[in-house]
């Protein structure tokens, strides 16, 4: 079932979320849970449900889960399951918003292996029932705040990426995870152009990894994550731009210096290593003190928070840092 750890902060979803919404969440879940079902036994609702089943390809929550009392939510409409899976940034498959929702179907995720590298004791191969405890599933509501001045609200499903980390033991060399995205030219129409240099490298220090924040998902909306999100494996980093959030996890590296992320080397005075979210902290081409909401009208926005809310749990990861100069 759900586990959770209790933190001050942590406030009970019936306490954070007005009760009409609390009522109108609990039914998108189970409506959610119900498809997931029938994905599962081989039916096939509708050609867009197609790739967001897993078709019993890679492990899926299960759908009777209830996450109705996560712990860890926003006090937020979530944004609606065609936005989640049709408005998405996976450049594997090309820069449009709609790729890679029409693309990604052509990405092999069967018998999904990922490597371990580096400063850790456990390394080798791993099956993804090996570094994920699906019996011990959770959901989370984080807002992803993309660095394009966006941002939506996802029911995440998943594990806490420190939990996955203890699995791997790294040692007191590891200061810093990369994460690396799995890459086939031939099923990704995307990486045959250098828009990044690929594979899609994301890294976290260690400190910032182990932060009880830092998610590992493989599920959204309470079923299997569908390709265009990352598929069968992704990272989300909630108080981090939503690049940070790599997807399609294929390799894990514990090292010992700061790896050069994907979006450091396409341009590296636009996209820091940190890239935590911050309002005060402008891309050179656009302010990133407020964003838009995806889903809710074409006006629709927010002011961005400092650490996309997280201040509380996060800010000390980063005292006496100069945030400007480690945007
Ligand atoms: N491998 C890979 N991971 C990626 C990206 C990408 O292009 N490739 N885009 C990132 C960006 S910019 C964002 S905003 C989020 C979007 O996640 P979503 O499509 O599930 O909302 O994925 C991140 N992870
Ligand atoms: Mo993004």
Redesign the pocket.
Known sequence: MITRKSAPWQLPIEAATPEHLFFNRRKIIKAAGVLGVGALAGCNPSSGEAQTASGGAYPAPEADLDFSESAYTVNDDLTSYDA??G??????FGTGKDD?ARYADEMTVTDWKVTVDGRANNTGEFALTDLVDYGALEERVYR?????AWS?V?PWVGVPLSDVIAKLEPTDEAKYVKFE??LNPEEMR?VRRNV?DW??V?GLRMDEAMNELAFVAVG?YGKALPK???APV??VVPWK????????IARISFISDQPRT??QKAQANEYGFYSNVNPTVSHPRWSQASERIIGAGPFARRDTEMFNGYEDQVAHLYEGMDLSENF
């Open positions: 989640v899976t408005y998405n940034n996976f450049y594997e890679p992803l705040r993309c660095v394009e939506m996802v995205t799995y995307g990044l594979p899609y994301e959204v265009q999100n990352g992704r990272i731009y939503g690049f940070k959030s790599a997807k399609s994907a979006w």
